[in-house]
């Protein structure tokens, strides 16, 4: 059986606490500087590739990573409401892992070694 990627089993496992999609690289290192409101892409192996905002005018220069997009009309959203929520600072796991404290500091091996 071919093992699982970890940023497949991490968003599988992680998507059943109704927080959105969990992204296993959440900062898009060097792309830009985080996902906004508005991004529109796709995520590879666990990273969200923005492709252009709508919240932006379609020629605007961070619109333009891969290629200038089709002209359209930005997303305006001064009156729109947002609602803001900090995560509380605690583990967040799926229902089937547990923690187990490594007092021994005994390393993890795989079957095949």
């Known amino acids: ?8 089993v991490y968003r599988e496992q992680l998507s059943s606490l109704y927080h959105g999609l969990a992204l296993w690289k959440p900062n898009p290192e060097g792309l830009y500087d985080q996902v906004a409101i508005g991004d529109v892409g796709y995520v590879s192996e666990g990273v969200f590739i923005r492709m252009f905002n709508v919240t932006l005018p379609w020629d605007d220069v961070s619109n333009r ?7 359209y009309d930005f997303l305006n959203l001064d009156n729109v409401p947002i609602r803001h929520e900090n995560f ?4 967040y796991y799926s229902r089937h892992v547990s923690r187990m404290e490594n007092t021994n500091n005994v390393l993890a091996a795989s079957p095949d070694q």
Not at 65 to 71: E, K, L, N, Q, S
Request: no cysteine.
């Open 88 to 91: 509380v600072k605690l583990e």
């Open 65 to 71: 990573t891969f290629g200038i997009p089709d002209r």
């Open 1 to 8: 059986m071919p093992v699982e990627q970890p940023f497949n």
